[in-house]
């Protein structure tokens, strides 16, 4: 269908973003709510929209990646994605609105697996997100998680094609991606994007980013540091969790990139595979209630 931007009511913002802005609209004729991305017309951004309207429309039957309903043009340039309204937001808002009270592991696993299970979706169509983060994983008041935001996705063209360097926001990125001797890209993107979900796992458990002291002004140099060098696993070992969430993280953050569990290993890790599904689903969507993003 042809949407013009006057169809759509504004009901409020979302997120911003680097490019843009993100609308909670309605739609006046049906009713119909929708998230809708606006990015401004400067041309890299414009290239940038493009390529995530491409990535979304390949995996738009994905049941764990934001459905995009159709592009919309403005007068003035702008270009805007209609998307599937996520009513709990992102989840680095909803670890906001719980004042950074760590998540509970219930709740965790079920977020783990849904994710994980987006990222087999995209992986299995030879995309890689490369910016995975809590920011960017949203999730409805079904408990359902999906993933967003591919300003910076790629579609590979052969299994193993190399990435370029520096995109994504670095404090997620996987060690081998400051490597220098990747540097022509020889890095497994896939496994890069694991790096981040473990990472992004672990935040929401801890209730703050973790490779860093809690309040610490994020600086390249330091997280450069605590990437690479850093005892990653030590820091899971710090707060109180169970063995299977530990384990988990630890195949997440396996430094080698060759070490770290795939997406379909993960799945199959106790912590996702043998947790009660009923339960942590529920755990899920009790979370999302109590942090309601729409009060
Ligand atoms: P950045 O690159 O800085 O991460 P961005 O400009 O690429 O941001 P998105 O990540 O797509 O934009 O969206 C920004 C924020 O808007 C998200 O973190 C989320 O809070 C909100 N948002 C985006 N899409 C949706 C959606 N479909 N439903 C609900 N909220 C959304
Ligand atoms: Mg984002």
């Known amino acids: ?140 008041s079904a408990g359902v998680i999906k993933i967003a935001d591919f300003g910076v996705g790629k579609v590979l063209r052969r299994s193993l094609d190399p990435c370029d360097s520096y995109v994504g926001t670095c404090a997620y990125m996987s060690p081998e991606r400051f490597d220098p001797a990747s540097h022509g890209g020889d890095y497994d993107p896939y496994a890069a994007d694991v790096w981040s979900l473990g990472l992004a796992v672990l935040e929401l458990h801890r209730g703050h980013f973790p490779l860093l002291p809690e309040g610490a002004q994020p600086d390249w140099a330091a997280l450069m540091v605590a990437i690479c060098l850093g005892e990653t696993i030590g820091a899971v070992a710090e707060g109180a969790a169970s063995c299977e969430f530990r384990g988990f993280i630890e195949c997440c953050l396996q430094k080698e990139s060759g070490k770290r569990w795939s997406v379909a290993e993960l799945l199959g890790h106790p912590f996702v595979a043998r947790a009660d599904r009923a339960e942590s689903e529920q755990a899920l969507r009790e979370l999302v209630r109590e942090n309601s993003a729409e009060s």
């Open 1 to 140: 269908t042809e949407f013009r931007l006057s169809d759509f009511e504004k009901l409020r913002v979302l997120g911003h973003g680097n490019g843009g802005t993100v609308y909670r609209v309605r739609h006046r004729r049906s009713a119909a709510v929708y998230a809708l991305k606006v990015v401004h017309a400067d041309p890299s951004l414009r290239r940038q929209a493009y390529r995530e309207i491409d990535i979304l429309r390949r995996a738009t039957d994905s049941d764990h990646v934001v459905c995009i309903h159709s592009v919309v043009h403005t007068p003035t340039g702008d270009v805007a994605l209609l998307l599937e309204h996520m009513d709990g937001g992102s989840l680095d808002a909803l670890l906001r609105r719980r004042g950074s009270r760590p998540f509970p592991e219930s709740a965790l696993a079920s977020i783990a697996r849904q994710a994980l299970l987006g990222l087999a979706e995209l992986h299995y169509r030879q995309i890689v997100h490369r910016d995975i983060k809590p920011a960017n994983l949203l999730v409805n």
